[in-house]
């Protein structure tokens, strides 16, 4: 019984730190977001921006996959992130789904 608990109380962590994993990205990525709209950042910082966003992207889609989390949420805040970010940075490999 005592190994049982210790894999309840191991999938309970693993669920918390998958949930906040999820939201420290999605966090990331409103961040990397906020730096590509400022006029005042430079180009070739926003370059390195929106690389981070990239990765951030493709960290959050393998976690989404890993938690079987809410795809339709997961879409519904990407298209909005998708709007919000500059049109020269936004590459159809980052958002292949959206429209």
């Given at each position: 019984?005592?190994?049982?608990?210790?894999?309840?109380?191991?999938?309970?962590?693993?669920?918390?730190?998958?949930?906040?994993?999820?939201?420290?990205?999605?966090?990331?990525?409103?961040?990397?977001?906020?730096?590509?709209?400022?006029?005042?950042?430079?180009?070739?910082?926003?370059?390195?921006?929106?690389?981070?966003?990239?990765?951030?992207?493709?960290?959050?889609?393998?976690?989404?996959?890993?938690?079987?989390?809410?795809?339709?949420?997961?879409?519904?805040?990407?298209?909005?992130?998708?709007?919000?970010?500059?049109?020269?940075?936004?590459?159809?490999e980052?958002?292949?789904d959206?429209?």
């Amino acid at each position: 019984m005592g190994t049982e608990a210790r894999t309840v109380e191991d999938n309970v962590a693993l669920e918390r730190l998958h949930r906040d994993s999820i939201r420290y990205l999605k966090e990331s990525i409103s961040i990397c977001v906020e730096e590509l709209r400022k006029p005042e950042v430079e180009s070739k910082t926003k370059v390195q921006w929106a690389r981070c966003l990239a990765q951030q992207i493709a960290a959050l889609m393998k976690i989404s996959r890993m938690t079987a989390s809410d795809t339709k949420d997961l879409a519904s805040w990407l298209s909005e992130i998708k709007r919000k970010i500059p049109k020269k940075y936004v590459e159809k490999e980052l958002f292949p789904d959206l429209p």
